[in-house]
């Protein structure tokens, strides 16, 4: 088996980016790729969580870590479809991702999604998003993936039964930081993407989780019939 479908997620923070890909990435044959997972703590801690740079990545960290991965992958032959959460992030990022795979995945198709929902859904989720220090045993004591809450105390995780906090990201000046950047860079990605001749499919985000893989699902097995 080889890389087949490289799916990059994108959407401002909160947007459920990371659900999508956690759902996504549960299908036979599917892996999920974080950037962070792949970068050396200690260049992690480095980075930093502050509003002036919150957890920006050198361009040299993220092509290290991007092709470590990648030829990891391509030499288990285990994976036909990458999600790549959060990432690219920058118009550089979208060049450096398509020149990597043109190497280590020839002939991958490529399936950028970007997720949006209203602003108030938007606030919403991530003012009511936790995270479990316990279950993500994160370098730089700072988890991103979104817990489950359990069913008999919204409090504690339904998985490992310990207290969940509020994601160090989604505090009011690292989220606006956050929002500001994405707005920013966006412009840039789909721009990049579009002049290698790759459209970037805009969907809603805010249905129901079920409902969005299966819609994100269908558009990915369309595009990918048509290459």
Known sequence: MSLAVAIPLLGPPAVGKSTLAIRLGAADGCAVFRLRAHVPPARLT???????????MDDVTVQAAL??????????GAVRCVVFDNFPGTSAQVRLLLARL?????????????????????LRRAVQRRVCHRCERDPAHDPRLPAQP????????AQCGGVLHPRRGDAPSLRAARLRRYRREAVGVRDAFGAAGVEVIRCDGSADIAE??????ELVATRSARR
Do not use: K
Not at 112 to 120: F, G, H, M, N, R
Not at 212 to 217: K, R
């Open 150 to 157: 359990s069913p008999q105390n919204p409090q504690r995780c």
């Open 67 to 76: 092709d470590g991965y990648l030829d990891q992958t391509a030499r288990a």
């Open 102 to 122: 043109a190497v280590h995945a020839i002939g991958c198709v490529v399936v950028p999604i970007e997720l949006s929902v209203d602003p108030v859904t938007l």
């Open 212 to 217: 969005t893989v299966a819609g994100v699902s």
């Open 46 to 56: 480095a980075t930093g969580s502050s509003a002036a740079s919150p957890g920006w």
